[in-house]
């Protein structure tokens, strides 16, 4: 369990947040200069904060008051950052290696099960700049593993990498939510990773919560997100009963079926699928004749407008709520205000297979 | 060669070889302290130091070597307690080492800095996480990757050491076997009516060691760059 509250002052940004995060992958979602990196940093002990405490279990890390500030290499925080910092005069084996001889005692994962969990036995031998981006960030992730950290931190870990490598490194993670008993801060800004990763999301916003929670809850309420978000997104819980043979998957929530494009998982599946705001299109009236096989009934929560054109809408319906992004134009000609009974309506292509997981 | 080279410029040659050697051994430790203290510190006094560091480089070599003559001669305090130690440096061999030692030191310390410089502080916050100490960050990244440039401030250090002539021959003086490296032989050739051929025969060796020592670094710097950024393990 981490646990940690940050007063921090950089010229004009102010940080001052507290929050717990426990086993599995905590994840600061926030644009760029939201201070997200900002708090990892100040777990790993590269930056000091100006006040606050972290600690992590019976660990304290970081207490002024008093007078604990461990140094970074004190601290047991594993760290994986974006461009994989992999020591470019050592095998990978030494990179490796690296962190185990400073563990002392603690109980420590086994080198063979952390090279054969990451794929990554043929590549002992090689040098880091023989390495794709993808392989460079499974060796970042055995090297810290390996120093047997109490707490793993991650600053975009796929954000240098392209999609093919990003789907390449996603389940690696997704083992290590589900595998390791350690809280794992996992900073990122794109939504289809935090849905797919995240157990608890914290949205930053200049260096405040914005908001905590699942993400499914998180990413469905319109005031959690930044209203011109082109992000956006509610995130559904459901599962899969069928695997139809013209291609289409069908999930199921509350006896409301969803057709999405052709799943590899097993039926019985609970899984999370992320719908993006600006895919869903809204109906007053139940519409005929649609080649869109996804018409959702339901009704308006909450409307939320910026000074954009777009219109963030929540819809609450039996699958859970759903999140549309339309002009300010479209709701006003539909009259569409709270309380209203519309129809969302999404085509199966419309989503995107690594918005599910 | 050797019915060219007479007792007294092999003895020149050997001399110089062996201060060379000894100056850049012996300072480097120094010059790498000074060099990474320059390069990753911040602290009050930073900018004395580091005028302290140029200093050898844009004083006249006599006023170094008389004021090394000033601090370590055999009559001042400091000489008289070093000589008790058996480190005595007035008139001899170890005198030509200090003052060829003072005089690289800008050199090597400035070669040094930028290669530390270089070295990514990010991978040194990496190594932190992983648990490593500041001191195992040094030894087992920072001093590694910065290897090329350590060697090149070695090299021009030995370079250096190896023309010394002003500071040597006023801490020092030009004695036979103890004092008179290449340059100050040369010097002692010139000053005598048939000293010409000897001096161009040392010449010629100084020239070919600048240029054996410019090769071999050139080859050492290349494979180090080959293993630090390397291809294969």
């Given at each position: 369990?981490?646990?940690?509250?940050?007063?921090?002052?950089?010229?004009?940004?102010?940080?001052?947040?507290?929050?717990?995060?426990?086993?599995?992958?905590?994840?600061?979602?926030?644009?760029?200069?939201?201070?997200?990196?900002?708090?990892?940093?100040?777990?790993?002990?590269?930056?000091?904060?100006?006040?606050?405490?972290?600690?992590?279990?019976?660990?304290?890390?970081?207490?002024?008051?008093?007078?604990?500030?461990?140094?970074?290499?004190?601290?047991?925080?594993?760290?994986?950052?974006?461009?994989?910092?992999?020591?470019?005069?050592?095998?990978?084996?030494?990179?490796?290696?690296?962190?185990?001889?400073?563990?002392?005692?603690?109980?420590?994962?086994?080198?063979?099960?952390?090279?054969?969990?990451?794929?990554?036995?043929?590549?002992?031998?090689?040098?880091?700049?023989?390495?794709?981006?993808?392989?460079?960030?499974?060796?970042?992730?055995?090297?810290?593993?390996?120093?047997?950290?109490?707490?793993?931190?991650?600053?975009?870990?796929?954000?240098?990498?392209?999609?093919?490598?990003?789907?390449?490194?996603?389940?690696?993670?997704?083992?290590?939510?589900?595998?390791?008993?350690?809280?794992?801060?996992?900073?990122?800004?794109?939504?289809?990773?935090?849905?797919?990763?995240?157990?608890?999301?914290?949205?930053?916003?200049?260096?405040?919560?914005?908001?905590?929670?699942?993400?499914?809850?998180?990413?469905?309420?319109?005031?959690?997100?930044?209203?011109?978000?082109?992000?956006?997104?509610?995130?559904?819980?459901?599962?899969?009963?069928?695997?139809?043979?013209?291609?289409?998957?069908?999930?199921?929530?509350?006896?409301?079926?969803?057709?999405?494009?052709?799943?590899?998982?097993?039926?019985?599946?609970?899984?999370?699928?992320?719908?993006?705001?600006?895919?869903?299109?809204?109906?007053?009236?139940?519409?005929?004749?649609?080649?869109?096989?996804?018409?959702?009934?339901?009704?308006?929560?909450?409307?939320?407008?910026?000074?954009?054109?777009?219109?963030?809408?929540?819809?609450?319906?039996?699958?859970?709520?759903?999140?549309?992004?339309?002009?300010?134009?479209?709701?006003?000609?539909?009259?569409?205000?709270?309380?209203?009974?519309?129809?969302?309506?999404?085509?199966?292509?419309?989503?995107?297979?690594?918005?599910?997981? | 060669?050797?019915?060219?080279?007479?007792?007294?410029?092999?003895?020149?040659?050997?001399?110089?070889?062996?201060?060379?050697?000894?100056?850049?051994?012996?300072?480097l430790?120094?010059a790498l302290w000074a060099a990474y203290?320059l390069a990753?510190?911040?602290?009050?006094?930073?900018?004395?130091?580091?005028?302290?560091?140029?200093?050898?480089?844009?004083?006249?070599?006599?006023?170094?070597?008389?004021?090394?003559?000033?601090?370590?001669?055999?009559?001042?305090?400091?000489?008289?307690?070093?000589?008790?130690?058996?480190?005595?440096?007035?008139?001899?061999?170890?005198?030509?080492?200090?003052?060829?030692?003072?005089?690289?030191?800008?050199l090597m310390v400035r070669a040094i800095r930028l290669s530390l410089e270089?070295?990514?502080?990010?991978?040194?916050?990496?190594?932190?996480?992983?648990?490593?100490?500041?001191?195992?960050?040094?030894?087992?990244?920072?001093l590694?990757?910065s290897l090329p440039g350590v060697l090149t401030g070695a090299?021009l250090g030995?370079?250096?050491?190896?023309?010394?002539?002003?500071?040597?021959?006023?801490?020092?003086?030009?004695?036979?076997?103890?004092?008179?490296?290449?340059?100050?032989?040369?010097?002692?050739?010139?000053?005598?009516?048939?000293?010409?051929?000897?001096?161009?025969?040392?010449?010629?060796?100084?020239?070919?060691?600048?240029?054996?020592?410019?090769?071999?670094?050139?080859?050492?710097?290349?494979?180090?760059?080959?293993?630090?950024?390397?291809?294969?393990?």
């Amino acid at each position: 369990m981490l646990d940690l509250r940050l007063r921090h002052q950089i010229g004009a940004f102010s940080l001052d947040l507290n929050f717990q995060a426990a086993r599995g992958i905590t994840a600061l979602f926030g644009r760029s200069g939201a201070g997200k990196t900002t708090v990892i940093n100040a777990v790993a002990g590269l930056i000091t904060p100006d006040d606050g405490y972290i600690r992590v279990g019976d660990m304290d890390l970081f207490d002024p008051a008093r007078g604990i500030n461990l140094a970074a290499h004190e601290r047991q925080a594993g760290y994986i950052f974006q461009e994989a910092r992999l020591f470019p005069h050592l095998s990978v084996a030494k990179n490796l290696r690296y962190g185990m001889r400073y563990r002392s005692a603690r109980p420590a994962p086994n080198f063979a099960d952390i090279v054969e969990m990451l794929g990554i036995g043929h590549l002992l031998q090689r040098r880091p700049a023989m390495l794709s981006g993808g392989e460079k960030q499974r060796v970042a992730i055995g090297r810290a593993l390996l120093a047997a950290p109490r707490i793993l931190l991650a600053d975009e870990p796929l954000a240098a990498l392209d999609e093919a490598r990003k789907q390449e490194i996603l389940p690696y993670f997704e083992r290590l939510r589900d595998e390791m008993d350690i809280p794992i801060l996992y900073v990122s800004h794109a939504p289809t990773e935090v849905t797919r990763l995240a157990t608890e999301v914290i949205t930053i916003e200049a260096g405040r919560i914005q908001a905590q929670g699942r993400p499914s809850k998180v990413f469905s309420d319109p005031h959690s997100l930044p209203a011109g978000s082109r992000e956006a997104g509610a995130v559904i819980e459901a599962t899969l009963t069928a695997h139809h043979a013209d291609g289409v998957s069908e999930l199921r929530n509350a006896d409301v079926a969803l057709f999405v494009p052709r799943l590899s998982g097993d039926l019985g599946q609970k899984l999370q699928l992320r719908i993006a705001a600006h895919e869903v299109i809204l109906a007053t009236q139940k519409p005929q004749d649609l080649s869109a096989l996804n018409v959702i009934e339901g009704t308006i929560h909450s409307m939320r407008s910026g000074d954009g054109p777009a219109v963030l809408v929540a819809v609450d319906t039996k699958l859970g709520r759903i999140l549309a992004r339309v002009t300010r134009r479209s709701a006003h000609l539909l009259g569409l205000n709270e309380g209203r009974a519309v129809y969302a309506i999404l085509k199966t292509l419309s989503v995107a297979r690594e918005d599910i997981g | 060669m050797s019915n060219l080279l007479g007792p007294a410029e092999w003895a020149a040659i050997a001399l110089s070889l062996k201060v060379s050697f000894w100056a850049t051994l012996a300072s480097l430790p120094f010059a790498l302290w000074a060099a990474y203290l320059l390069a990753r510190c911040n602290f009050f006094g930073k900018q004395i130091l580091n005028a302290a560091v140029h200093l050898p480089l844009i004083l006249p070599p006599v006023v170094t070597g008389y004021v090394l003559l000033l601090a370590f001669g055999a009559q001042t305090p400091l000489g008289q307690a070093l000589a008790a130690l058996g480190l005595g440096f007035a008139f001899h061999w170890t005198g030509a080492a200090l003052a060829a030692a003072v005089m690289a030191f800008p050199l090597m310390v400035r070669a040094i800095r930028l290669s530390l410089e270089a070295v990514d502080p990010k991978l040194e916050d990496a190594a932190r996480s992983l648990g490593a100490p500041p001191w195992a960050v040094f030894a087992t990244l920072t001093l590694p990757l910065s290897l090329p440039g350590v060697l090149t401030g070695a090299i021009l250090g030995f370079a250096k050491a190896m023309g010394e002539f002003g500071a040597t021959i006023t801490f020092v003086s030009n004695i036979p076997n103890q004092t008179r490296t290449i340059p100050s032989a040369i010097y002692t050739f010139l000053q005598q009516p048939d000293g010409e051929q000897g001096a161009l025969i040392l010449v010629a060796v100084s020239i070919f060691i600048a240029i054996l020592a410019l090769v071999l670094s050139e080859i050492l710097a290349r494979a180090l760059s080959k293993r630090i950024g390397g291809r294969d393990a």
